[in-house]
């Protein structure tokens, strides 16, 4: 065990909370970097890895990126979080939702869990009704409303929700007519994806679906972005597949790796979102507000979606071509550029984890069972060196195979999964 693992064991619970828990990795994964720079990170003995996972999507643009580090610094300089908020928090407000085509204004938050949380009360508060619609397996945060392990939780944490299946039709229309006459919401990410299971995005029909029967109801359809907003387009990402939402939730890529959250409304919820009391002594930072204006200005004026996904089209040929050489077969779902990959029928994981630490070895982090971000910061000759690894890593899976065993950590913990 590392020094700074054992050192952590005996001071965090667990050694780390969340999925960050060292029994949901494989052995032998690093627990700590102490460098991150492009796409790029180094663990604690100094081993550099190109690094698939880009701080859980946050690092859109590639760690420390400098136009966005220089933008951070000079607010920091001028201010951060002070008694009131700067003006940069109207420039953000101003250019996300010039960014965000459904939105006339916008609120900003922390997490991801803070802006679904708000979302739902804005909801509630418009629609003066009570019951919130979602699928089990997307992961919308971890308050107790949506948190998928139920352990310290009550039963009424999840009081006045129902659950449809993302891109299941029928599923919706039952958990609407379910909902009566009480229904608020119906919350869409663009993939139901707790970490664990496919990407695969619901069809333009069923997003057409979402919109007729928020409009035959007066619930309010939010779209939560929070992971893949940024990544794919200049819009809300719900827009790639169906009519513009009512409200829409941010997170993670908004400031590069700076903590900032947001809600974009349009003028319809603008009275709900005033009546709700959303706030947070850390709300009002300066510093992620100026990085996540950098960051937008970025994504509008130069050709990221384009760059990454040009890479990402590499990576999912190369690996389709890879893996059949080594009579394996591997599941690519959802869009190139956050794809999830796992082998096919590797229900037990054992397979993603011995191919993730073949890779690690050969200088690639990438993640046993949750999706991989390519950031803006890759290039060609990375995802080459990728393929590389990935060809001398399927190689060394196939030899010892028969002698692989299933993490019992994760395993556990999808046994636990609320759905
Ligand atoms: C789709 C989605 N919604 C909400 C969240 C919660 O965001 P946060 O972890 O910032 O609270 C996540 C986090 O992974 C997410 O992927």
Redesign the pocket.
Known sequence: MSNLLSRADLVLPGGMCGHLNPSFMPPGFPRFFNRAQGPYAWAEDGVRYIDLVAG??TNLLGYNNPEVEAAATQQRVAGDTTSLPMAVMIELAESFTDFVQHADWAMFM???????TLACAIARAHSGKRIILFDKA?????APWCNPVRKGLLEEDRAHQGYFDLGDIDSLRRAVAAAGDDLAAIIT??FA?D?VGSQDLPSAEFAKQVRVLCDQTGAVHIA?????GLWLTRDCSWSLIGPAPDLS?W??ALGNGYPI?GIAGCDKFRDAARAVYGSGTYWFGAVPMAAALQTLRIVKERHVHAHIEQLGILLRNGLTEIAARHDFSLEQTGPVQIPQIVFAEDTDFRFGFAFASELLARGVYFHPWHNIFLSNSLHTEDIESILSAADGAMESVSARQHLLQPPTGLVELVANLDH
């Open positions: 859980y999507g922390k997490t991801g869990t803070e802006a679904n997307a992961h919308l945060g971890a990410p663009l994806n970490g939560d972005d929070i992971r893949g939730t997170g993670k959250a």
